[in-house]
């Protein structure tokens, strides 16, 4: 083997190795999930020469320079806020979901009107509307971090694979019976995974558009799924009450993960793919070891439904969002509840973290969205100006974008009810 390069990765920091091996290039990398500004870089060094024979000697000196580049990039405070950049009146029918592609350059939204259409940040152009499906575009994704794919899932029962640069149909993929909910890209970009109210789930190829498997077992409507950050299993979570873990070469069912009294909102793994996290209607999150099944921690606190959990970057911290209008976040470590986010007077449908793991977003249907510091769990903003509920809200990968969507409705459109209303707001020194 033959070091040829590194490539450093900030979130979560990483360092990646190119290396050539039998005459193929080939990457591997050094996960540095627990760095700090502080962390000792002479110790850390040593650790990663033991494990890893690609750092020589000779190598240490640039091993060095890109551990203090990250724990400058982890040391850096970030105290600006947010100001309103865009705001789109995008669909003539309610969106479903918005999405950015990694560097969030661009975004994607899905409406009740049977399309998806892509925009540049920047700009607020419209890049390209995709046209084809006959119901309503619900799940919606890009192939991060390529972004040159979407896969758009629908209530016509089918999936389509779309070209980001030209607005093309790359693939319809059919076989379910009912409406697809979720989906999802595996890391390497080679399969898209569908979820469906058929209690199914599927594996499409996207260079043939063929069904590779049908994942069976569940009893009820699969509602969110999600790969490990490897590619090599699927999570799936059903109105049945219980979770699966799937074996994605073979599509055989590795573990069901049973526990929660009511049905499953949303399932996540973890970056180093150990750790799944679900949340439920039964007002809990569960936290279950991948290579068991065992559950290792149930979080409770909420006094309503749990509507969205999420990981940090890292996989350290755990945040849950519920209808009860707060939020919590836990240590995935010794799942204590470091802060709880209390301000909103609605229902919080969608959490999620900045990829420095410093802040929380929550969308609500109090019409606003909210950033919070994650160790105090102080409010440090608050995001107005829609009229009616948010129901969905994303950071881009740097952190220094948000988007938000709702609908509300306008007068004096005659039989056209409502309108989809995305706002964009960016960071101000």
């Not at 979901?97 to 940040?121: E, L, M, P, Q």
């Not at 019409?367 to 809200?393: M, N, P, Y």
Request: glycine share 8%; hydrophobic share 35%.
């Amino acid at each position: 083997m033959k070091l040829k390069r590194f490539l450093l990765r900030y979130y979560p920091p990483g360092i990646i190795l190119e290396y050539e091996k039998g005459g193929a290039l080939k990457t591997k990398s050094i996960d540095l999930l627990d760095l700090s500004p502080e962390t000792d870089t002479e110790e850390l060094i040593s650790a990663i020469r033991k494990s890893e024979p690609l750092i020589t000697a000779s190598r240490v000196d640039q091993v060095k320079l890109l551990i203090v580049r990250l724990q400058e990039k982890l040391g850096q405070q970030d105290n600006r806020r947010f100001c309103l950049f865009k705001a789109l009146q995008a669909h003539i029918l309610p969106l479903t979901n918005v999405a950015f592609n990694k560097s969030g350059s661009s975004f994607i939204t899905g409406s009740y009107d049977r399309t998806c259409k892509i925009w540049d940040t920047a700009s607020g152009e419209e890049l390209h509307t995709l046209e084809g499906h006959r119901n309503v575009v619900y799940a919606i994704a890009f192939n991060n971090p390529y972004g040159d794919k979407i896969a758009t899932g629908s209530f016509d029962k089918t999936c389509r694979l779309w070209s980001v640069e030209t607005g093309k149909c790359f693939h319809t993929f059919r076989g379910h019976t009912a409406e697809i909910v979720c989906l999802a890209f595996n890391p390497q970009s080679t399969l898209v995974a569908t979820g469906s109210m058929d209690t199914t789930a599927k594996l499409w190829d996207i260079q043939t558009g063929e069904e590779v498997s049908t994942l069976t077992g569940h009893s009820a409507e699969i509602i969110s799924l999600s790969f490990n950050t490897v590619g090599d299993q699927l999570v799936t979570g059903s109105f049945d009450h219980t979770v699966s873990l799937w074996d994605v070469p073979s599509g055989r069912r590795v573990h069901t993960l049973i526990g929660h009294r009511g049905e499953i909102s949303s399932v996540q793994f973890n970056w180093d793919c150990s750790l799944i996290i679900t949340g439920s209607m039964d007002k809990s999150c569960r936290v279950w070891e991948a290579a068991s099944g065992k559950c290792m921690a149930t979080l409770a606190g909420h006094e309503d439904e749990v509507l969205d959990v999420c990981f940090d970057y890292t996989g350290q911290l755990i945040a849950t969002a519920s209808a009860d209008g707060t939020a919590r976040v836990y240590s995935a470590v010794s799942y204590q509840c470091i802060s709880r986010l209390e301000s909103h007077e609605g229902e919080i449908s969608k959490i999620c973290f900045n990829a420095q793991g410093s802040r929380v977003l929550t969308a609500s249907a109090d019409k606003t969205a909210r950033l919070w510091d994650v160790q105090s769990g102080v409010c440090l903003q608050v995001l107005e100006g829609h009229t009616d509920e948010i129901f969905s809200s994303a950071f881009n990968y740097e952190g220094d974008t948000i988007i938000t969507g709702n609908m509300y409705p306008l007068s004096g459109l005659g039989s056209i009810p409502f309108q989809f209303s995305i706002k964009l707001a960016l960071r101000k020194m």
